[in-house]
């Protein structure tokens, strides 16, 4: 199987490879143990199949239980189904009342983003969410395994997750930055997809504006993480520490599971 960042995966969103990227000490991220991407709900056969033969060995779900059972994942087979909800709340209106929510205020779509990036870096339900996925990312020390993270469409939970991962794994923030931001182009064509079922409750530049920015990734939102995280602990290893609870130990063992010379 050939290495690539973007994965084959033909029925979802934003499924992608965190291997290859170098870190500061000179290593590399090996290929087939991480895997970012949206939600399995929508997955054909292939599309399980792919992702068995893959070697995906943990399917951790970042969801909230409303949005599971809603869109469950498709079970993939030799795959342990992990449910890491980091926030348990939201995601309970119907889709006319979002329309006529971010219809009326253009700025709302982003202000809300920054409070739920600012929110993934101090909410005690993240914080366990964060230390089940690091504790998975432990276990997972067999060749061919593969660990498999996800929210919905794979670019704020599983975003910031990613971000926190390649942190402990020793890549460079500005590397980090620009896998984060591999998702405005991925989460195009899901945009215009929410916009044409949105367009049925009326249709305006303000809710289309604001589709846009709920949908898809900024700088700002991950700028409201990170600027957060070095208020409140002065920098990312003080945050990986404290509020995650990985010990050196543990940060070097990740290390030791997922990079190679």
């Given at each position: 199987m050939n290495n690539k960042r973007?994965?084959?995966?033909k029925n979802g969103y934003n499924f992608r490879e965190l291997?290859?990227?170098l870190t500061k000490d000179g290593r590399t991220i090996k290929?087939?143990?991480?895997?970012?991407?949206g939600e399995l709900s929508e997955l054909s056969k292939a599309d399980q199949e792919y992702l068995t033969d893959y070697g995906v060995k943990y399917d951790v779900d970042l969801r909230s239980d409303l949005e599971r059972k809603n869109a469950a994942d498709k079970n993939l087979a030799k795959t342990s189904f992990i449910p890491n909800p980091i926030f348990n709340t939201g995601h309970d209106k119907t889709d006319e009342e979002y329309a006529k929510q971010y219809s009326i205020n253009p700025n709302l779509g982003t202000k809300n983003m920054i409070l739920s990036y600012q929110s993934m870096v101090t909410e005690e339900s993240a914080k366990k969410a964060f230390r089940k996925l690091f504790d998975t990312l432990l276990k997972n020390d067999q060749d061919n395994s593969s660990v498999l993270f996800h929210c919905a469409q794979g670019k704020d939970r599983t975003g910031l997750s990613?971000?926190?991962?390649?942190?402990a794994l020793g890549v460079s923030e500005n590397n980090i930055r620009q896998d984060y931001l591999i998702s405005k182009e991925q989460m195009k064509p899901y945009v215009q997809l929410k916009i044409n079922e949105y367009s049925k409750y009326g249709m305006n530049?303000?809710?289309k504006n604001n589709l846009s920015n709920l949908y898809s990734v900024d700088e700002k939102y991950f700028d409201a993480a990170m600027n957060t995280i070095?208020?409140?602990?002065g920098n990312v290893v003080n945050f990986l520490h404290e509020f995650i609870g990985l010990s050196d130990r543990e940060i070097t063992k990740l290390r030791d599971i997922y990079l190679t010379n």
């Open positions: 973007l994965l084959d995966v291997g290859g990227y290929w087939n143990k991480l895997i970012r991407s990613a971000a926190f991962i390649l942190f530049d303000i809710l070095k208020k409140e602990y």
